[in-house]
C-alpha cells in the first residue's frame, strides 16, 4: 500500500519538481547580461560545470549505457535550464533524477 501511494506521488510530481535527493548543483544568473555575447558565454561556462556537477562526465563514462545516462541527464538538466531561464529565474538549479 506505501509502495502504491509512492508510485501516485512521483506520477502527480510535476517535471521540475526534485522527487529524489541526487547530486544537484546551482548557479546565479543575476549578476549577468544574457543580451551580451560575454553574459551567454559565462552563462554557458557556468552552466556546464552544473552539468558535470549533476550528470557527470562523458570523459568518464566507459560504458556505452554509461554514455547513454549522461547525455540523457544533460539532456533534461539543459531543458530545466532553458525553461528556469525562461522563467526570468536569478539563479537556475539543476538536480538528477
Known sequence: MIFLASLLFLAAAPA?????????????????????ASGMQLYNRRLAGALEDVCGSFANAVEWSDKDRVGQCRDRAMASASRQLASKATSIRLAIR
Open 16 to 36: 521540475d519538481v526534485v522527487v529524489d535527493a541526487g547530486p544537484t548543483a546551482s548557479f546565479t544568473v543575476a549578476d549577468l547580461d544574457l543580451t551580451s
